[in-house]
C-alpha cells in the first residue's frame, strides 16, 4: 500500500479488506472519517472497567480480568457452555460461550487474563441480585495484541466507540494501519499553528489514536477542536464575503412616508434597544449590498414592531417585504396584528398606505388569486405567508426585503429560494429568532450573518410565575392548578392548556423532547379537552386547535379566542410563538417533560402579555431527581431566555445544533463544544477572517480549502441548516 496524502482517500485503498465491515458498521468511508473517529475514552493498563457503570442493551468495550471459567449444563438440551466470569476488583461479569466458540474460548480465556471485551450488555435482576452479562462476546487479551514492545509499554490503550460486529481493537488496528503510511499536507497555515502553539496535524492525530501520556491527549484534542472551528468558520467566512460582493437595490425609504406616519400613531415607546436595533437595519438596507441578519431577542421583546418598521422602510422606497412564517397559525396571528397596528395605513386612508395581502397554501382560490396578484403586480406592499411564498409561481413586482420568522424551521436553501425572486438584485435579509441563542452558538451557526439581539422587554409586560406541578407525586397539586384556571376565568381572563398530541390518530406526536424511558403515550388534544369539560372546567367555554383543523377552522378559533368568546384554549405548540392575546393569563403544560427547554420558555410567553400577571404550569409525572425534572425545574426559575438557551443546548448533541440531526449527515464536530470552547471558536474566526482577507480563493493554501471542499461537498457551501 502507498503513501495516504489526503483525508479523502478512499478508506478501501488504505486498509483493504478491513474497510468493508467500517462502512457497514459505523459509515466510514474514507481515510479522515476513520482518523477523525476518535477514542472515546482510555483504558490504562491495568486499570479495569466499572462493571457497576454499565447499561442494558449498550455495547460497550470492557477491560477486565478473568476470575474463574466453569462449565455448565444447558437446561433444555444435552451438552454445556461456559459461564467465564470477569472483574473489575469490585462487581463481576459473566460471560456465556457456546459450542465451537466455548472451547475456544475456554483456551485462551484463563484465570488471570487481562482482556478487552466487546459486546451488548444484558442485565438480569431477581430479589437483590443483579447479574451483568455478555452473550458471545468478541475479546483480545493484552498478551494477543500486535502492537510493537513500544506500543504496548504505552500507558493508555484507546477505547474507540464501536458496534455489533467490530469491536474497538478491530478499529484500533485499521487506524494503525493508516496512521504508519501518513503523510499530510496541514490544512491550518503553519505562522497559525506556530502563533497559537498547535501540534502539526500528523502528530496531533498520532497523539491522539497512540497516545503515552494523558497529556498527549490533551495537546492533541487542542489542535483537533481548532480544526473544527477554523475549517467551519472558514467556510462561512467565505459565504459571508461572498454575500457581501452580491448587489441590492438601497432602500432609504423617505422622510414623510408611511414609517414617519407610523410611529407617530404608536400608542407606546419604542424600547431604547427596539430604537438602535432599528438603527442598524436602517442603515443595512440604506446601502446597495444586501442585508443578512439575525435578530434574536427574549419571547415579548417587540420583534415583529422592529420587522414591521423595516418593512416600511422598504416600502417607502418604492419596493416590496415579504414576512415568512412558519405555520398558517402564525402566519394568520402576524396579518392580523400587522394590519391592526397599521390601522387605515393598510388601507390606503387618507395618509395612502399599502396593501397588506396572506398568502398560505390552504387558501380558497379566488382569494389566493386576488394575493398573487397583489403580490406580482406591487399593489401588496407587504405580503405575509408560509412556506408556500416560496413555489416558483409566486412573483413580487420589486421584492426588497425578506423577513424569516423562526430562522429553526427554515433551511438555508428554503431562504434563498426567495432571495432569488428580488427584482434588481438580491433582496435584504433579516432573520428573526424568539429562541434566545449563546453567543458562540450565534457565533457558530448563524456566522454569516450580522447579529441583533434586543433583551429589553417592552413596558407593560408583566412578569410570569413559573411552578413545576408533580401530578404523580402529588395529585392534590394537579386539583389545585385546575382551580387557578377557574380562578383567572371567574376574574374574566383566559387560559391556555397545552398538549404534546393532538390524540386522533398514531403518528401526531410533534416535536417533542425525546427520553429513552419507556412511558405511557404523551396526553392528547382532544382527549384532555374531553376530560376538563366533563371534570374539573365544566361549564367554562373550552375549544381545541391543532395542526390537522382545516386553516379557516383554525382562524376562527384563534379569532374567537382573542375576541374573549373561549375561555379556554387547548391546543397544541401550535400557539408556541407569535400568538398575542392580552387577556390570556394562565397556561397548564401538561406532561411538560415532553418537551425541550426552549419550546417551554416560548410557550409560556404566550401569557403576561397585556398587563396581566402571567401563570405558567408545568405539569409532569417525572420524579424528582430524574433529568426531564431538572429540566422543568430550570424553566421555573429563571425567565432569562438566554441562561435557558445554554441548559437546552447542554442537554442536546453539538450535531442537533448544526441541523446535522434533520438532514442525514453526521455533525462535523467532533471533540469541539460550543459552549465549553468559546476561546477556540473565537480565535478560529479572527483567523479565518485575517486569512481570507488576505487570500479569499485560498489559492496559497490548498489543504484548507481540500477541507472546505469537503466539508461543503454537494450542497454549495449551504450545509448548514441552521437550527
Same mark, same amino acid.
Given at each position: 500500500m502507498g503513501v495516504v496524502t489526503s483525508f479523502d482517500e478512499p478508506l478501501k485503498k488504505a486498509v483493504g479488506r478491513s474497510a468493508a465491515p467500517l462502512e457497514s458498521a459505523l459509515g466510514i468511508s474514507t481515510v479522515g472519517e476513520l482518523l477523525r473517529h476518535y477514542p472515546r475514552r482510555y483504558a490504562?493498563? /491495568?486499570?479495569? @472497567?466499572?462493571?457497576? !457503570? %454499565?447499561? +442494558?442493551? =449498550?455495547?460497550?468495550?470492557?477491560?477486565?480480568?478473568?476470575?474463574?471459567?466453569?462449565?455448565?449444563?444447558?437446561?433444555?438440551?444435552?451438552?454445556?457452555?461456559?459461564?467465564?466470569?470477569?472483574?473489575?476488583?469490585?462487581?463481576?461479569?459473566?460471560?456465556?460461550?457456546?459450542?465451537?466458540?466455548?472451547?475456544?474460548?475456554?483456551?485462551?480465556?484463563?484465570?488471570?487474563?487481562?482482556?478487552?471485551?466487546?459486546?451488548?450488555?444484558?442485565?438480569?435482576? /431477581?430479589?437483590? @441480585?443483579?447479574?451483568? !452479562? %455478555?452473550? +458471545?462476546? =468478541?475479546?483480545?487479551?493484552?498478551?494477543e495484541t500486535e502492537e510493537t514492545a513500544e506500543e504496548f509499554a504505552s500507558a493508555l490503550v484507546p477505547i474507540y466507540p464501536s458496534a455489533q460486529g467490530l469491536p474497538s481493537w478491530k478499529i484500533r488496528r485499521a487506524v494503525r494501519t493508516v496512521l504508519d503510511v501518513l503523510s499530510l499536507d496541514d490544512p491550518v497555515p503553519a505562522e497559525i499553528r506556530e502563533r497559537l502553539g498547535l501540534l502539526p496535524i500528523e502528530e496531533a492525530l498520532r497523539r491522539v489514536h497512540r497516545p503515552r501520556s494523558q497529556a498527549d491527549v490533551a495537546r492533541s484534542h487542542d489542535r483537533l477542536k481548532f480544526d473544527e472551528a477554523f475549517v467551519l468558520q472558514a467556510v462561512l467566512v467565505r459565504r459571508r464575503m461572498a454575500a457581501s460582493a452580491w448587489l441590492a437595490r438601497a432602500r432609504p425609504g423617505c422622510d414623510d412616508g408611511l414609517l414617519r406616519e407610523f410611529d407617530k400613531r404608536l400608542p407606546f415607546q419604542l424600547t431604547e434597544g427596539q430604537r438602535q436595533v432599528g438603527e442598524e437595519i436602517a442603515a443595512d438596507l440604506a446601502r446597495e449590498h444586501p442585508m443578512h441578519r439575525l435578530l434574536q431577542g427574549e419571547v415579548g421583546a417587540g420583534k415583529t414592531v422592529v420587522a414591521l418598521r423595516a418593512m416600511l422602510q422598504v416600502v417607502d422606497s418604492g419596493g416590496q417585504a415579504v414576512l415568512l412564517a412558519p405555520t398558517e397559525v402564525l402566519a394568520q396571528q402576524h396579518h392580523r396584528s400587522i394590519v391592526n397596528m397599521l390601522g387605515d395605513l393598510a388601507t390606503g386612508g387618507m395618509f395612502g398606505g399599502t396593501a397588506v395581502a396572506l398568502l398560505t397554501g390552504s387558501m380558497g382560490a379566488a382569494a389566493r388569486r386576488a394575493a398573487l396578484l397583489d403580490a406580482a403586480g406591487g399593489a401588496a406592499g407587504i405580503v405575509i405567508g408560509t412556506h408556500a411564498?416560496?413555489?416558483?409561481?409566486?412573483?413580487?413586482?420589486?421584492?426588497?426585503?425578506?423577513?424569516?420568522?423562526?430562522?429553526?424551521?427554515?433551511g438555508v436553501e428554503q431562504r434563498d429560494a426567495l432571495r432569488e425572486k428580488g427584482g434588481g438584485g438580491r433582496p435584504h435579509v433579516l432573520v428573526m429568532t424568539a429562541t434566545?441563542?449563546?453567543?458562540?452558538?450565534?457565533?457558530?451557526v448563524f456566522g454569516d450573518l450580522e447579529v441583533s439581539t434586543l433583551s429589553q422587554l417592552p413596558s407593560g409586560r408583566a412578569p410570569i410565575t413559573?411552578?413545576?406541578?408533580?401530578?404523580?407525586?402529588?395529585?392534590?397539586?394537579?386539583?389545585?392548578?385546575?382551580?387557578?384556571?377557574?380562578?383567572?376565568?371567574?376574574?374574566?381572563?383566559?387560559?391556555?392548556?397545552?398538549?404534546?398530541?393532538?390524540?386522533?390518530?398514531?403518528?401526531?406526536?410533534?416535536?417533542?423532547?425525546?427520553?429513552?424511558?419507556?412511558r405511557r403515550p404523551p396526553l392528547a388534544v382532544l382527549d384532555v379537552a374531553r376530560m376538563l369539560g366533563e371534570g374539573p372546567l365544566a361549564g367554562l367555554r373550552?375549544?381545541?386547535?391543532?395542526?390537522?383543523?382545516?386553516?379557516?377552522?383554525?382562524?376562527?378559533?384563534?379569532r374567537a379566542f382573542a375576541r374573549g368568546e373561549i375561555d379556554v384554549l387547548v391546543a397544541t405548540t401550535v400557539i408556541e410563538v407569535g400568538v398575542d392575546v392580552p387577556n390570556s393569563s394562565v397556561m397548564v403544560i401538561m406532561d411538560a417533560d415532553r418537551f425541550g427547554v426552549s419550546q417551554l420558555h416560548q410557550l409560556r410567553g404566550r401569557v403576561g402579555r397585556g398587563g396581566l400577571p402571567g401563570l405558567c404550569l408545568l405539569v409532569s409525572e417525572a420524579p424528582e431527581g430524574a433529568q426531564?425534572?431538572?429540566?422543568?425545574?430550570?424553566?421555573?426559575?429563571?425567565?432569562?431566555?438566554?441562561?435557558?438557551?445554554?441548559?437546552?443546548?447542554?442537554?442536546?448533541?453539538?450535531?442537533d445544533v448544526l441541523g446535522a440531526a434533520q438532514s442525514g449527515r453526521r455533525s462535523?464536530?467532533?471533540?469541539?463544544?460550543?459552549?465549553?470552547?468559546?476561546?477556540?471558536?473565537?480565535?478560529?474566526?479572527?483567523?479565518?477572517?485575517?486569512?481570507?482577507?488576505?487570500?479569499?480563493?485560498?489559492?496559497?493554501?490548498p489543504a484548507l480549502r481540500a477541507e472546505i471542499d469537503t466539508m461543503v461537498a454537494g450542497e454549495r457551501a449551504e450545509f448548514l441548516e441552521k437550527a
Open positions: 490504562q493498563r /491495568g486499570e479495569l @472497567t466499572p462493571i457497576a !457503570s %454499565l447499561e +442494558h442493551d =449498550e455495547h460497550v468495550t470492557v477491560v477486565a480480568k478473568v476470575s474463574s471459567a466453569v462449565r455448565r449444563p444447558m437446561k433444555n438440551r444435552q451438552g454445556t457452555w461456559l459461564d467465564i466470569e470477569v472483574t473489575d476488583g469490585k462487581e463481576k461479569l459473566h460471560l456465556a460461550f457456546f459450542g465451537k466458540g466455548a472451547y475456544i474460548a475456554e483456551q485462551r480465556l484463563t484465570p488471570g487474563t487481562e482482556a478487552m471485551f466487546s459486546g451488548k450488555v444484558g442485565v438480569f435482576v /431477581g430479589g437483590r @441480585t443483579r447479574r451483568v !452479562s %455478555l452473550t +458471545h462476546p =468478541e475479546y483480545e487479551s493484552f498478551d411564498v416560496l413555489q416558483e409561481h409566486v412573483q413580487f413586482a420589486d421584492l426588497g426585503l425578506v423577513v424569516v420568522d423562526e430562522q429553526h424551521r427554515f434566545p441563542i449563546p453567543r458562540t452558538v450565534a457565533m457558530t413559573t411552578h413545576v406541578v408533580p401530578a404523580a407525586d402529588k395529585p392534590h397539586f394537579l386539583d389545585r392548578a385546575w382551580q387557578r384556571v377557574r380562578e383567572e376565568v371567574g376574574l374574566g381572563r383566559q387560559a391556555y392548556v397545552v398538549c404534546p398530541r393532538i390524540g386522533d390518530q398514531e403518528g401526531d406526536e410533534g416535536d417533542l423532547a425525546k427520553d429513552d424511558d419507556e373550552i375549544q381545541v386547535l391543532h395542526g390537522k383543523l382545516a386553516p379557516e377552522d383554525k382562524d376562527a378559533a384563534m426531564a425534572r431538572r429540566r422543568l425545574d430550570a424553566v421555573a426559575t429563571t425567565l432569562d431566555g438566554f441562561e435557558l438557551s445554554r441548559v437546552d443546548l447542554e442537554q442536546r448533541r453539538e450535531g462535523s464536530l467532533k471533540l469541539l463544544q460550543l459552549l465549553r470552547d468559546e476561546d477556540v471558536i473565537e480565535s478560529a474566526r479572527a483567523e479565518a477572517t485575517a486569512l481570507l482577507s488576505a487570500d479569499s480563493e485560498l489559492s496559497a493554501h
